[in-house]
């Protein structure tokens, strides 16, 4: 059973930054996506970035582009959420989820992030509030 446990939320003014961590335990195969999504109070869960074990692939909301970075160590069992030119629409609950993909599957980041249902493991969420 793969466990998520997050961290680095917090409070931080308008145009400052922050970088979430997520630790993954409990991987046994090689292929698989950790993605960071995000709900703000009212709305659905949407994907934010993510992030393939295999190549290496990333994906970004069209929101999140230019701003924020998915990076993960060189055991590719923690992924980092770099977030720069942080906004108060960026306010919300960000949750890391994991979720195996096909062996040796290429161009399926897009896909894998496009979408909560792909993702059957889940943090517990950390609280991101972007106010001054």
């Known amino acids: 059973q793969v466990q998520l446990v997050e961290s680095g939320g917090g409070l931080v003014q308008p145009g400052g930054s922050l970088r979430l961590s997520c630790t993954a335990s409990?991987?046994?195969?090689?292929?698989?996506?950790i993605a960071w999504f995000r709900q703000a109070p009212g709305k659905e869960r949407e994907g934010v970035s993510c992030?393939?074990?295999?190549?290496?692939?990333?994906y970004y909301a069209d929101s999140v582009k230019g701003r924020f970075t998915i990076s993960t160590d060189g055991a590719k069992t923690t992924a980092y959420l770099q977030m720069n030119g942080l906004e108060p629409e960026d306010t919300a609950v960000y949750y890391c989820?994991?979720?195996?993909?096909?062996?040796?599957?290429?161009?399926?980041?897009?896909?894998?992030?496009?979408?909560?249902?792909?993702?059957?493991?889940w943090g517990q969420g950390t609280h991101v509030t972007v106010s001054s």
């Open positions: 989820a994991a979720d195996y993909y096909p062996d040796g599957a290429v161009d399926i980041v897009a896909h894998m992030c496009s979408t909560r249902n792909n993702f059957g493991s």
């Open positions: 409990g991987l046994v195969r090689d292929y698989y996506t």
């Open positions: 992030i393939s074990s295999g190549d290496g692939a990333t």
